[in-house]
């Protein structure tokens, strides 16, 4: 095999690589928002159950929106150091226990407390974008990051597979554990599928205050301003809005 076969060789196994990461994050991420989602469904029932007033259920419903957004900050500073791969993994990792929990869960202080937890898979946003486009080149990034963000239909995915879940099996606390058990899987499908590549990890090591330097541009602040009302109020929508309707 001369130069010009073995350079082709390696780009066409990159490139398949590329491709399998993609598939992977997308998959993981589609689950990881339908679970972040999971209380605009279970909240419902909740309030009959807890008798919960219109703000309570709004907590139970914010609660994992909240770590779900604070947290895409440092995770997405650990993307750039340790890798996408490792993090995201462990991302959903840390989810699977509590997931579980919520079917346990018999006060309105243990459906916060565990909302925070479940809330970490809705910070895979920030892991998945900047590992996948690490391995596409900047003429495909835009096709990558829109097949990738197109995971956010994750949020509708819930609405159809929660109520059919309670339906069947005549309870909502079923919902939790299949919504665990579903987690388990793709996270280990995720850790097999994927792969890793040192070179996209940050060659040096830079402090927080260096980091966050960022935000002395008025673009970034500008954008993130555009970003918290046009994603902020799909996601709000989305959770409010089946109570809305049953109503």
């Not at 079917?103 to 809705?122: D, H, N, P, R, S």
């Not at 960022?214 to 009302?229: I, N």
Request: charged share 10%; hydrophobic share 55%; proline share 4%.
């Amino acid at each position: 095999m001369n130069v010009v076969d073995s350079t082709l060789a390696s780009e066409a196994s990159t490139d398949a690589r590329a491709w399998r990461v993609l598939g992977a994050s997308t998959f993981a991420f589609t689950i990881c928002f339908a679970i972040w989602m999971v209380f605009a469904i279970l909240g419902i029932p909740l309030k009959k159950q807890l008798h919960l007033t219109d703000t309570e259920f709004g907590l139970i419903a914010a609660t994992p929106v909240l770590t779900g957004s604070l947290l895409r900050v440092p995770l997405g500073l650990w993307t750039d150091r340790f890798g996408g791969r490792i993090v995201l993994f462990c991302t959903m990792a840390v989810t699977i226990v509590p997931i579980w929990l919520i079917g346990y869960a018999t006060e309105l202080w243990q459906f916060l407390v565990l909302g925070l937890f479940v809330g970490i898979a809705g910070a895979s946003f920030s892991v998945g974008t900047p590992y996948v486009a690490r391995w596409f080149p900047k003429s495909r990034q835009g096709l990558a990051m829109g097949i990738f963000g197109a995971g956010n239909s994750g949020a509708a995915l819930t609405k159809f597979v929660a109520p059919v879940l309670i339906l069947a099996a005549g309870t909502w606390t079923i919902v939790p554990k299949v919504y665990s058990i579903a987690m388990l899987v793709t996270a280990l499908v995720f850790w097999f599928v994927s792969a890793s590549n040192p070179a996209h990890r940050s060659a040096r090591t830079q402090s927080f205050t260096a980091q966050m330097a960022v935000l002395k541009d008025r673009r970034v602040l500008r954008y993130a301003q555009y970003y918290s009302v046009v994603f902020g109020g799909y996601v709000g929508l989305a959770l409010w809005m089946p109570q809305y309707y049953v109503k």
